[in-house]
Structure formats: C-alpha cells, structure tokens
C-alpha cells in the first residue's frame, strides 16, 4: 500500500524544491568532507548536494516514490548517492557516519525521543548532527509543517533529546522560506547543531 507520502510526492514532484535548504548549505562547508547520513531525506535535495560537495552521502525514507525521485535527481547531476527505501526504525547502518543531517523529520511525539536517539547512535564519537525543523510557533503560521503541536519542536526539548551532545547552536529563528510549494513563506524553525 502506498504511504501518503508517496501519494504527495507521486502528485507533485519538487515538493521542498530541488535546492538544497539554506541552512544546511551553508553550515555543510565548515566541516571536512567525510560520510554523511540524511535521514527521512525524501526526494534527495540534500544528498544530492552533499554529493556534489564530495561527501560520501547515505540517505533513506519512507517514501519509495521520493527515493525513486533522489535516484533520477542524482543520475541526471551525474552523482553517486546510496539511497533506500526504509522507516527509520527500521534502517541498520553498518557503520556510523560523521554528520547527520535532520531535515523537518518530525515524527509523531511518541516516537519523536526514539527517532532522535536513533540518530545519536548513527553518528561516530566527534560527529556532528545538525537539525533543522518547524518550532510549535508554526501553528500561527501558514507556511507548512505539521498542524499538530505534538510534532513540533522547542529548543528545550531538542536539548533534551539530544543532552549526550555538546549543542553549539540551539534557537528559535524567524525565517522566510522558499522551498518548493510546501514550505513558502515566514516560518518559525529551530535550528541546531550539536558534537558527540
Ligand atoms: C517534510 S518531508 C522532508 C523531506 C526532506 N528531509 C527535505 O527536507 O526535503 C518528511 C519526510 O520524512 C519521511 N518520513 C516520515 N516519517 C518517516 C519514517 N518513520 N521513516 C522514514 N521516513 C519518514 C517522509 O517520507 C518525508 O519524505
């Protein structure tokens, strides 16, 4: 049975855009390039960029429709990224990897602290995961995201999720967003970056 993701991204196709988000791109070459992991990645906007940088790039989701979509994407940008289709409670890395990157994965609360605790385990000691997702503001906002408070995200809660990490950056930002039809105006995100 398709998933409702799939259903989104088999409607529309760029759904976040192709380019990359902003925050990820620009934080991205402060670190040497090494092996990276995007989790819930779905049509691949950030793995396909990350490969162009000349990092080694893993990447998964749910949706078989956004994989089929990362895969075309990196072939058509002549760049080699390894992609599958798994839930992440599911997906068993080999090996852990030097950045994760979370990009708006929200997940229903009560799977939220095992999804993050995943991505912990997914990093090597000294590596670097870097978040960025809709703050519970977003409710007054009608630029995406989901409607429900439970997924949302407060800079207290990530620090708390994430307090086996030394966070170098952890706020509540205003931004305008411009990421494909699904995140188009003034947003209120979180941002944060933390070493294990
Ligand atoms: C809001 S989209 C963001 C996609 C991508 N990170 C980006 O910024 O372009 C959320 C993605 O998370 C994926 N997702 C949600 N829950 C998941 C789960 N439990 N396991 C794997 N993927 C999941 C969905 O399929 C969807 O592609």
Same mark, same amino acid.
């Not at 409702?4 to 990359?20: F, M, S, T, V």
């Not at 086996?164 to 706020?171: D, I, R, S, V, Y």
């Given at each position: 049975?398709?998933? %409702?993701? =799939?259903?989104?991204?088999?409607?529309?196709?760029?759904?976040?855009?192709?380019?990359?988000?902003?925050? &990820?791109?620009?934080?991205? %070459?402060?670190? %040497?390039?090494?092996? $990276?992991?995007? @989790?819930? =990645?779905?049509?691949?906007?950030?793995?396909?960029? #990350?490969?162009?940088?000349?990092? =080694?790039?893993?990447?998964?989701?749910?949706?078989?429709?956004?994989?089929?979509?990362?895969?075309?994407?990196?072939?058509?940008?002549?760049?080699? $990224?390894?992609?599958?289709?798994?839930?992440?409670?599911?997906? #068993?890395?080999?090996?852990?990897?030097?950045?994760?990157?979370?990009?708006?994965?929200?997940?229903?609360?009560?799977?939220?602290?095992? &999804?993050?605790?995943?991505?912990?385990?997914?990093?090597?000691?000294?590596?670097?995961? $870097?978040?960025?997702? &809709?703050?519970? =503001?977003?409710?007054?906002?009608?630029?995406?995201? @989901?409607?429900?408070?439970?997924?949302? &995200?407060?800079?207290?809660?990530?620090?708390?999720?994430?307090?086996?990490?030394?966070?170098?950056?952890?706020?509540?930002?205003?931004?305008?967003?411009?990421?494909?039809?699904?995140?188009?105006?003034?947003?209120?995100?979180?941002?944060?970056?933390?070493?294990?």
């Amino acid at each position: 049975m398709k998933s %409702p993701w =799939d259903i989104r991204y088999a409607n529309q196709e760029a759904l976040y855009g192709k380019a990359p988000n902003a925050f &990820f791109s620009h934080i991205l %070459p402060l670190y %040497p390039c090494g092996t $990276i992991l995007l @989790p819930c =990645d779905g049509e691949g906007r950030n793995a396909i960029h #990350a490969a162009k940088k000349g990092w =080694d790039v893993h990447a998964f989701d749910g949706s078989q429709v956004g994989i089929n979509t990362a895969q075309r994407w990196a072939a058509e940008a002549n760049v080699a $990224i390894q992609c599958e289709v798994s839930d992440a409670f599911d997906f #068993a890395p080999k090996e852990q990897f030097d950045l994760v990157g979370l990009f708006y994965a929200h997940m229903p609360s009560e799977r939220r602290r095992a &999804f993050h605790h995943l991505a912990i385990q997914w990093l090597k000691p000294g590596g670097t995961l $870097i978040l960025e997702g &809709f703050h519970t =503001d977003q409710l007054h906002y009608q630029s995406g995201g @989901p409607r429900n408070e439970s997924m949302l &995200f407060t800079p207290e809660m990530l620090a708390e999720d994430f307090k086996e990490l030394l966070a170098t950056q952890n706020e509540v930002v205003q931004v305008t967003l411009d990421e494909g039809p699904l995140h188009q105006g003034l947003a209120s995100i979180v941002r944060y970056i933390g070493t294990k």
